[in-house]
Protein backbone atom coordinates (compact mmCIF):
# COMPACT_ATOMS: atom_id res chain seq x y z
CA UNK A 1 0.00 0.00 0.00
CA UNK A 2 1.16 3.69 -1.27
CA UNK A 3 2.34 5.79 1.86
CA UNK A 4 -0.70 8.39 3.60
CA UNK A 5 1.10 11.71 2.93
CA UNK A 6 0.36 13.59 6.21
CA UNK A 7 0.01 17.59 5.87
CA UNK A 8 3.34 18.90 8.12
CA UNK A 9 6.23 20.89 7.57
CA UNK A 10 8.37 21.34 6.18
CA UNK A 11 6.57 18.66 3.78
CA UNK A 12 4.09 16.48 3.56
CA UNK A 13 4.83 13.06 6.04
CA UNK A 14 4.64 9.60 4.51
CA UNK A 15 2.64 7.30 7.06
CA UNK A 16 3.11 3.79 6.01
CA UNK A 17 0.52 1.58 7.31
CA UNK A 18 1.94 -2.05 9.22
CA UNK A 19 5.23 0.47 9.64
CA UNK A 20 4.03 2.95 11.64
CA UNK A 21 4.42 3.32 15.81
CA UNK A 22 2.78 6.18 18.02
CA UNK A 23 4.95 6.63 20.64
CA UNK A 24 3.45 8.25 23.89
CA UNK A 25 6.10 9.74 26.29
CA UNK A 26 5.88 10.22 29.98
CA UNK A 27 2.41 10.91 30.75
CA UNK A 28 2.68 10.18 33.85
CA UNK A 29 1.36 11.95 37.31
CA UNK A 30 4.29 13.18 38.47
CA UNK A 31 4.49 15.18 35.59
CA UNK A 32 0.71 16.03 35.00
CA UNK A 33 -1.11 16.11 38.38
CA UNK A 34 -2.12 19.00 40.35
CA UNK A 35 0.11 18.27 44.15
CA UNK A 36 2.65 15.86 41.92
CA UNK A 37 6.71 16.37 41.33
CA UNK A 38 6.62 18.72 38.24
CA UNK A 39 4.01 21.28 40.14
CA UNK A 40 6.11 20.50 43.44
CA UNK A 41 8.90 22.15 41.37
CA UNK A 42 6.91 25.35 40.48
CA UNK A 43 5.66 24.52 36.97
CA UNK A 44 1.89 24.95 36.40
CA UNK A 45 0.84 21.45 35.35
CA UNK A 46 -2.05 22.94 33.21
CA UNK A 47 -0.21 23.34 30.42
CA UNK A 48 0.88 19.92 30.28
CA UNK A 49 -3.24 19.03 30.63
CA UNK A 50 -3.82 20.87 28.02
CA UNK A 51 -2.20 18.09 25.61
CA UNK A 52 -4.42 14.96 27.10
CA UNK A 53 -8.10 15.78 25.15
CA UNK A 54 -5.81 15.90 21.26
CA UNK A 55 -4.07 13.07 22.62
CA UNK A 56 -6.80 11.06 23.79
CA UNK A 57 -8.22 11.62 20.84
CA UNK A 58 -5.23 10.71 18.51
CA UNK A 59 -4.40 7.52 20.96
CA UNK A 60 -8.13 6.35 19.90
CA UNK A 61 -7.44 6.66 15.86
CA UNK A 62 -4.29 5.30 16.41
CA UNK A 63 -6.29 2.03 18.12
CA UNK A 64 -8.65 2.19 15.50
CA UNK A 65 -6.10 1.96 12.77
CA UNK A 66 -4.82 -0.89 14.68
CA UNK A 67 -1.53 0.70 14.49
CA UNK A 68 1.50 -0.38 16.85
CA UNK A 69 1.15 1.79 20.18
CA UNK A 70 4.13 2.52 22.69
CA UNK A 71 3.90 4.10 26.19
CA UNK A 72 6.98 4.94 28.23
CA UNK A 73 7.32 6.21 31.40
CA UNK A 74 10.56 7.60 32.72
CA UNK A 75 11.67 6.12 36.22
CA UNK A 76 14.38 4.09 38.20
CA UNK A 77 14.72 1.31 40.48
CA UNK A 78 13.63 2.02 44.29
CA UNK A 79 17.18 1.32 45.04
CA UNK A 80 18.23 4.53 42.75
CA UNK A 81 20.99 2.03 41.42
CA UNK A 82 19.94 3.02 37.63
CA UNK A 83 20.12 6.91 38.79
CA UNK A 84 23.31 8.20 37.87
CA UNK A 85 24.17 10.63 40.71
CA UNK A 86 24.98 13.46 38.40
CA UNK A 87 21.04 13.13 38.00
CA UNK A 88 19.90 12.71 41.39
CA UNK A 89 22.07 15.52 42.72
CA UNK A 90 21.05 17.88 40.28
CA UNK A 91 17.09 20.16 40.51
CA UNK A 92 15.65 21.59 43.45
CA UNK A 93 16.95 19.92 46.59
CA UNK A 94 13.91 20.40 48.63
CA UNK A 95 12.48 17.53 45.96
CA UNK A 96 14.57 15.13 44.28
CA UNK A 97 14.08 11.61 42.73
CA UNK A 98 13.24 9.10 45.41
CA UNK A 99 12.16 11.28 48.22
CA UNK A 100 8.36 10.57 49.08
CA UNK A 101 5.78 13.28 47.33
CA UNK A 102 1.99 13.29 47.50
CA UNK A 103 1.47 10.13 45.00
CA UNK A 104 4.96 8.16 46.31
CA UNK A 105 8.46 8.01 45.72
CA UNK A 106 9.07 10.36 43.18
CA UNK A 107 10.06 8.57 39.63
CA UNK A 108 10.18 5.42 41.38
CA UNK A 109 9.07 2.40 39.64
CA UNK A 110 6.03 0.65 41.17
CA UNK A 111 4.78 4.48 42.44
CA UNK A 112 1.55 5.86 42.15
CA UNK A 113 2.84 8.79 40.56
CA UNK A 114 5.16 6.84 38.18
CA UNK A 115 2.02 5.49 36.50
CA UNK A 116 0.83 6.71 33.39
CA UNK A 117 -2.82 8.79 34.46
CA UNK A 118 -6.00 7.90 33.77
CA UNK A 119 -6.95 9.14 30.88
CA UNK A 120 -4.05 7.36 28.49
CA UNK A 121 -3.69 4.46 30.39
CA UNK A 122 -2.49 1.72 28.35
CA UNK A 123 -4.41 -1.08 26.41
CA UNK A 124 -3.43 -4.78 27.27
CA UNK A 125 -0.82 -5.87 24.80
CA UNK A 126 0.30 -2.14 24.49
CA UNK A 127 4.35 -1.74 25.06
CA UNK A 128 5.72 0.28 28.41
CA UNK A 129 8.84 1.13 28.20
CA UNK A 130 10.45 2.00 31.58
CA UNK A 131 13.26 4.29 30.70
CA UNK A 132 16.25 5.80 33.34
CA UNK A 133 16.66 8.27 30.61
CA UNK A 134 15.30 11.72 28.75
CA UNK A 135 15.32 9.72 25.62
CA UNK A 136 13.36 6.64 24.91
CA UNK A 137 16.08 4.44 23.32
CA UNK A 138 18.94 4.88 26.36
CA UNK A 139 19.65 1.62 28.78
CA UNK A 140 15.75 0.13 27.03
CA UNK A 141 14.91 -2.45 24.44
CA UNK A 142 12.83 -0.02 22.42
CA UNK A 143 15.26 -0.56 19.43
CA UNK A 144 14.79 -4.40 19.59
CA UNK A 145 10.66 -3.48 20.30
CA UNK A 146 10.56 -1.39 17.00
CA UNK A 147 12.78 -3.61 14.86
CA UNK A 148 10.90 -6.87 15.71
CA UNK A 149 7.62 -4.93 14.75
CA UNK A 150 8.78 -3.64 11.31
CA UNK A 151 8.44 -0.26 12.33
CA UNK A 152 10.25 2.70 10.71
CA UNK A 153 7.78 5.75 11.35
CA UNK A 154 7.12 7.23 14.55
CA UNK A 155 4.50 9.54 15.63
CA UNK A 156 6.00 10.99 18.39
CA UNK A 157 3.91 12.53 21.54
CA UNK A 158 3.51 13.29 25.43
CA UNK A 159 5.66 15.52 27.59
CA UNK A 160 7.92 17.56 27.58
CA UNK A 161 8.56 19.07 23.96
CA UNK A 162 12.00 20.47 24.63
CA UNK A 163 13.35 17.14 27.27
CA UNK A 164 11.89 14.00 26.54
CA UNK A 165 10.18 14.53 23.42
CA UNK A 166 12.98 15.75 21.82
CA UNK A 167 15.86 13.53 23.03
CA UNK A 168 13.81 10.61 22.12
CA UNK A 169 13.09 12.34 18.85
CA UNK A 170 16.49 13.47 18.10
CA UNK A 171 17.97 9.51 19.18
CA UNK A 172 15.12 8.21 17.01
CA UNK A 173 16.43 10.27 13.45
CA UNK A 174 20.02 9.34 14.33
CA UNK A 175 18.76 5.68 13.92
CA UNK A 176 17.16 6.44 10.87
CA UNK A 177 13.44 6.45 11.96
CA UNK A 178 11.27 9.35 10.14
CA UNK A 179 9.49 10.97 13.07
CA UNK A 180 6.44 13.24 12.96
CA UNK A 181 6.34 15.07 16.20
CA UNK A 182 2.46 15.77 16.38
CA UNK A 183 2.47 19.40 18.25
CA UNK A 184 -0.76 19.69 19.79
CA UNK A 185 -0.09 16.03 21.50
CA UNK A 186 3.35 17.34 23.24
CA UNK A 187 4.08 19.72 25.98
CA UNK A 188 6.21 22.01 27.99
CA UNK A 189 5.81 23.69 31.74
CA UNK A 190 7.27 26.24 29.23
CA UNK A 191 5.73 27.78 26.21
CA UNK A 192 8.41 29.45 24.44
CA UNK A 193 11.02 26.00 24.97
CA UNK A 194 7.36 23.93 23.46
CA UNK A 195 7.20 26.86 20.30
CA UNK A 196 11.47 26.89 19.50
CA UNK A 197 11.25 22.96 20.21
CA UNK A 198 8.61 22.21 17.59
CA UNK A 199 10.59 24.70 15.06
CA UNK A 200 14.18 22.88 15.69
CA UNK A 201 12.27 19.87 14.67
CA UNK A 202 11.82 21.30 11.75
CA UNK A 203 14.27 23.67 10.74
CA UNK A 204 16.86 23.00 7.77
CA UNK A 205 14.63 21.15 5.88
CA UNK A 206 13.70 18.84 8.42
CA UNK A 207 16.46 18.47 10.50
CA UNK A 208 14.62 15.70 12.91
CA UNK A 209 12.02 15.53 10.93
CA UNK A 210 8.56 16.54 10.89
CA UNK A 211 5.50 18.57 12.71
CA UNK A 212 2.09 18.42 12.33
CA UNK A 213 -1.09 18.78 14.25
CA UNK A 214 -3.45 15.82 15.55
CA UNK A 215 -6.52 17.71 12.83
CA UNK A 216 -3.97 16.70 10.14
CA UNK A 217 -2.71 13.17 11.61
CA UNK A 218 -5.66 11.86 12.87
CA UNK A 219 -7.93 11.48 9.15
CA UNK A 220 -4.64 10.14 7.89
CA UNK A 221 -5.08 7.06 10.47
CA UNK A 222 -9.16 6.93 9.83
CA UNK A 223 -8.00 6.46 6.15
CA UNK A 224 -5.13 3.90 7.12
CA UNK A 225 -8.63 2.14 9.12
CA UNK A 226 -10.40 2.18 5.66
CA UNK A 227 -7.89 1.02 3.48
CA UNK A 228 -6.78 -1.71 5.60
CA UNK A 229 -10.56 -2.58 5.74
C1 LIG B 1 11.57 15.78 32.34
C2 LIG B 1 10.35 14.59 30.64
N1 LIG B 1 11.24 16.98 31.87
N2 LIG B 1 9.55 13.56 30.49
N3 LIG B 1 11.05 14.66 31.82
O1 LIG B 1 12.32 15.70 33.28
O2 LIG B 1 10.42 15.46 29.78
Known amino acids: MNPIPVAAEPA ?25 FGESLGND ?4 RTVVPPLSALLGAA ?3 GIT ?4 REGHRPDLSDCPPAKLQRGAPSKRIGDPG ?9 EYGHDIIDELAPLEGEVVIDKPGKGA ?9 LTGAGITQLLITGVTTEVCVHTTTREANDRGYECLVVSDCVGSYFPEFHRVGLQMV ?21 QLTTTAA
Not at 17 to 27: F, N, Q, S, Y
Not at 137 to 145: A, E, P, Q, R
Open 202 to 222: TAQGGIFGWVADSAAVIPALH
Open 137 to 145: FYGTDLSDV
Open 69 to 72: VIHT
Open 102 to 110: TYGRILIRG
Open 63 to 65: RAA
Open 12 to 36: PFPLVAGKTALIVIDMQRDFLLPGG
Open 45 to 48: VERL
